[in-house]
């Protein structure tokens, strides 16, 4: 099956109840172990590098390796560029064959935001590549998250309503109080996210597929094995997967993890290297961290988004 786009995935999983996992990989055998953890469960794909990532891997190798992917499993698999600052980064990639991309321009005011996201979907449509932006603050531990203000940081309706309409776009990352990195929140902040806002940006965009960033969960035992052997992610906490679960039920048809592959890729490679000290064969190592990888893919698709079988 070649790479495709998110459009079909997000159409289904809208009208199904359910989330399409798009997972973050920042090398080569991260990517082989999340293709083989959707594949494990039957589940659709979205395989997303950042721009860092993408700088690391290096483009052509991540689009040939997913292209072999998508020929070895019928799960459906699109390549997404996660947070594109820039016009020339997005374009580039939908040249490289990406099948879709997402500009961050929510660092600019609305207007500006509205401008250079129209620029992306038109080259990329042009393509046949869908487009994903952003609206709203979505938070780091740095920053306060306050859901006692009804809107604040978070994303506002209305402008959904808006920025939709007047770019064309295909899917909306939106922010409710999902937050990027291990630490999400502050030691005694309850998670929390704003269902009221989200149901009215559905109320007011019925059918369009909105995606949530920041939203890995942080396994604790995955976590602890990551502090057992070294590590120093003490205070880290996630977003609940029933929280995740109820968000999927409703308009949001995109959920993004990056953390949690992090947690489990590493921990398992600091305990292989304690207890392997004499060993100096790389598939020692990376084998068992690519195993844990899947497995928590798998996990996540069957336990939280609930796209298990919707291949």
């Known amino acids: 099956m070649a790479l495709v786009t998110t459009k079909e995935m997000f159409k289904k999983a809208y009208d199904g109840g359910y989330a399409v996992g798009a997972f973050n990989a920042d090398s080569m055998d991260i990517i082989q172990a999340i293709v083989a953890g959707a594949d494990s469960v039957k589940a659709p794909l979205i395989l997303a590098l950042s721009e860092g990532a993408l700088k690391f891997i290096g483009p052509e190798y991540a689009v040939s390796t997913l292209k072999a992917a998508a020929q070895t499993t019928d799960i459906p698999i699109a390549l997404h560029l996660d947070h594109g600052k820039t016009p020339e980064i997005c374009k580039a990639c939908v040249d490289y064959g990406f099948t879709s991309v997402m500009i961050d321009a929510s660092a600019y005011d609305f207007e500006k935001n509205i401008e250079i996201t129209k620029e992306v ?65 502050k030691p005694g902040q309850e998670p929390q996210l704003r269902f009221d806002i989200l149901e009215e940006i559905q109320e007011k965009v019925p059918g369009f597929p909105l995606v949530l960033h920041g939203a890995s969960s942080v396994p604790q035992d995955r976590l602890a094995i990551f502090n057992q052997y070294g590590g120093d992610l003490a ?13 999927a039920s409703m308009a949001v048809c995109k959920i993004n993890v990056g953390t949690d592959i992090r947690v489990c890729y590493f921990g398992e490679i600091r305990r292989q290297f304690a207890e392997n000290p004499k060993k100096f064969d790389g598939r020692t190592f990376l084998g068992p961290a690519q195993k844990a990888v899947a497995e928590m893919v798998a996990k996540r698709i069957t336990d939280v988004f609930g796209s298990n079988g919707k291949a």
């Open 121 to 185: 979907v038109t080259y990329a449509h042009q393509r046949g590549v869908v487009v994903e932006s952003e609206l709203g603050a979505i938070a780091g531990i740095e920053d306060d998250v306050n859901v006692d203000d009804k809107y604040g940081a978070f994303t506002h309706p209305d402008d959904v309503v808006e920025f939709v309409s007047r770019t064309g776009i295909d899917s909306l990352a939106i922010a409710i109080g999902t937050a990027h990195g291990a630490y999400k929140f």
């Open 235 to 247: 205070q880290a906490i996630g977003i609940p997967g029933e929280m995740l679960r109820k968000a």
